[in-house]
């Protein structure tokens, strides 16, 4: 298994970085609100923006 974050939990299990449906393996990430701007009132508003597909 590839290094991967300490205390970042991610499910996006298509994403390239994913690691067994939990883990992330990317050497950091960039979370964003949704929509643009920089404040967001629930956690459903944020998603993280290192995403990569696989090919
Ligand atoms: S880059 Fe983002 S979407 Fe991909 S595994 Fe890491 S936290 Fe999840």
Redesign the pocket.
């Given at each position: 298994m590839a290094n991967t974050?300490p205390g970042?939990k991610?499910?996006?299990k298509n994403?390239?970085?994913?690691?067994g449906g939990r883990?992330?393996?990317?050497s950091a990430?960039e979370?964003n609100v949704d929509n643009g701007g920089d404040s967001a009132k629930q956690s459903r508003e944020t998603?993280?923006?290192?995403?990569?597909p696989h090919m």
């Open positions: 974050l970042v991610c499910t996006v994403c390239k970085f994913n690691e883990l992330c393996s990317a990430i979370v998603n993280c923006h290192t995403f990569q």
